[in-house]
């Protein structure tokens, strides 16, 4: 089981909130995949960058359940 890191970012976004999901070790298409599906069910914009999920808004206390429904432990 991965475990995965949850961050909020502000710094150099214009003081928008991004919440940040680190630490994947899979590969890109199926994080991609995942990235699509997380979106969808959030309701919200994001994309996958530099090996990191990006969401738009804080979405930690939303985000975590669905992770872990993932079969990935989550810190943070």
């Not at 150099?12 to 994947?24: D, E, H, N």
């Amino acid at each position: 089981m991965e475990t995965l890191k949850l961050r909020i970012e502000k710094e150099g976004r214009a003081g928008k909130t991004v919440t940040v999901i680190a630490g994947f070790t899979r590969e890109k298409r199926l994080m991609e995949d995942q990235t699509g599906m997380l979106k969808r069910r959030l309701g919200c914009g994001g994309t996958f960058a530099g090996g990191e999920i990006l969401l738009q808004g804080d979405l930690r206390v939303r985000v975590r359940p669905l992770l872990k429904q993932l079969g990935y432990g989550v810190k943070g």
